[in-house]
């Protein structure tokens, strides 16, 4: 799944007013050519909005810092990262646990009018190479959202299922039964089992000494 297929998965996070994490966005036609640094710091009131939107229990903190750099065709190249602690449970011993995020963010922002064409080239690109970069997203209203872009990254680098360090699940070892297995019914006719089985030998000897009766009582009554 690509980064943007992340991203739109996560739909309070795409729309602009349920986004708690706000910041003045870059008014592109005010960039310097030499680019410019934003860094922005979540206060606690958009670590709780961040929580609730997560469903986690908490934002301990939370920081992006972006480099802005024009391009050509009026084209935004934007990096940076997303720092964050988080507090969340344990899904193996459902202890609260502190975790981190350190998510990277490369992104390129285009005119509206050019998304199409370079969407389509990504893709044509993406068939050959799945390593090829996410199409640009667009410009909106001359602006780009520094705020936004940080809340996508920290989401995307929240683990769903944190473990807390050396936990795992142990499963139940069930011991096999003895008794418990195709051949267990043959163990009855064996001989010396004390279950009324008898060896062809025993069968062959009680045989020939009901013979011998026989032929003694015929002796005894001539």
Not at 10 to 32: S, T
Not at 66 to 81: A, I, M, P, Q, S
Request: aromatic share 4%; glycine share 8%.
């Amino acid at each position: 799944m690509s980064r943007r297929d992340k991203e739109a998965s996560r739909d309070p996070i795409r729309d602009p007013v349920a986004n708690p994490w706000r910041a003045p966005p870059v008014i592109v036609a005010q960039i310097p050519e030499a680019g410019l640094h934003r860094e922005i710091e979540a206060d606690q009131a958009t670590r709780e909005g961040i929580a609730g939107i997560a469903d986690l229990p908490e934002v301990i903190s939370a920081h992006a810092s972006f480099d802005v750099t024009l391009k050509r065709d009026g084209k935004v190249h934007v990096e940076g990262r997303v720092r964050a602690r988080l507090g969340q449970i344990c899904v193996v011993t459902l202890d609260p646990i502190e975790s981190e995020i350190d998510e990277p963010i490369d992104q390129l922002f285009a005119p509206p009018e050019q998304i199409p064409e370079l969407s389509e080239m990504a893709e044509d690109d993406g068939e050959a190479d799945a390593d090829v970069p996410d199409p640009p997203e667009p410009i909106v209203n001359g602006q780009i959202d520094l705020a936004r872009l940080a809340t996508d990254a920290l989401f995307l680098g929240i683990d769903p299922y944190p473990r807390k360090p050396g936990a795992v699940f142990e499963q139940a070892v069930v011991a096999d039964d003895p008794q418990d297995h195709p051949f267990a019914a043959l163990k009855s006719l064996k001989p010396g089992n004390g279950q009324g089985g008898t060896s062809p030998q025993e069968s062959e000897g009680r045989s020939e000494a009901r013979s011998e009766g026989t032929s003694k009582g015929k002796l005894e009554s001539d």
